[in-house]
């Protein structure tokens, strides 16, 4: 059964803490995502990481960096946490087939409070 | 990348079927279109892809006209349990394409 896996389902953070949100696929996928969700918002791609230490900016990257030294794992770090970064973090993998498209698979989400 | 465009919100019934259309005016000649769903508190799932005419598999039909600007998601007989938004998305899944969502459809099925 293939799965992604965030270390988090929870999580409570003071404003100014370095939080890092773990994400692990054991799939072999080259693609990893991370995505914020916020009610009426969507999903909102943060960054994107197509190979071992590569990574692209997606749309809302301020405030956030992310790490992938390995390629089962993409960590999303929040350097400096403030209380509008309070949200669902959703983490996907895929692995791109040329001439056809392959699913995103998901994981279940951290939903992280910053007070 | 192709942007979408999908109702915000639709209601149902029990037993209806139910089709969803997006628009997509820009789709490129490598892109798929794919549709998940999503429940409340849970990560997106992946329901149906397609590139052109008709797929269907055992949760749904996706229907993609020869112009392929628009395409749409069919669900039969739904149930109260496919309450959830559903989102479409288009794209080339080769290494360095992004998946990009839009707002998605909020469906809600009522007994």
């Known amino acids: 059964d293939v799965k992604v896996t965030q270390s988090s389902r929870y999580l409570v953070k003071r404003t100014g803490e370095k939080v890092f949100l773990e994400c692990v696929q054991d799939?072999?996928?080259?693609?990893m995502f991370w995505y914020r969700q916020d009610p009426g918002l969507g999903l909102r791609l943060i960054y994107f990481?197509?190979?071992?230490?590569?990574?692209e900016k997606g749309d809302i990257p301020e405030g956030y960096s992310v790490s992938r030294e390995k390629k089962e794992r993409f960590s999303l770090i929040l350097e400096s946490a403030s209380t509008n970064q309070t949200s669902m973090y959703l983490c996907?993998?895929?692995?791109?087939?040329?001439?056809?498209?392959?699913?995103?698979?998901f994981g279940q989400g951290t939903r992280l409070t910053v007070v | 990348l192709a942007k979408t465009t999908q109702p915000i919100s639709m209601d149902s019934y029990e037993g209806q079927e139910v089709n969803i259309t997006c628009s997509h005016n820009?789709?490129?000649?490598?892109?798929?279109i794919t549709w998940y769903q999503q429940f409340p508190s849970q990560g997106p799932r992946f329901i149906i892809q397609g590139y052109k005419t008709k797929v269907t598999n055992e949760v749904a039909s996706l229907f993609i006209p020869a112009d392929r600007k628009s395409s749409t998601l069919s669900l039969p007989r739904v149930s109260l349990s496919d309450t959830a938004v559903y989102y479409c998305?288009?794209?080339?899944?080769?290494?360095?394409?992004?998946?990009?969502f839009g707002g998605g459809t909020r469906l809600m099925v009522k007994p």
């Open positions: 799939m072999d996928h080259e693609n």
């Open positions: 820009n789709i490129a000649t490598n892109d798929y």
């Open positions: 996907a993998s895929s692995s791109p087939d040329r001439g056809m498209n392959t699913e995103a698979f």
């Open positions: 998305l288009v794209g080339d899944n080769n290494a360095g394409n992004m998946l990009t």
């Open positions: 990481s197509y190979d071992v230490k590569m990574k």
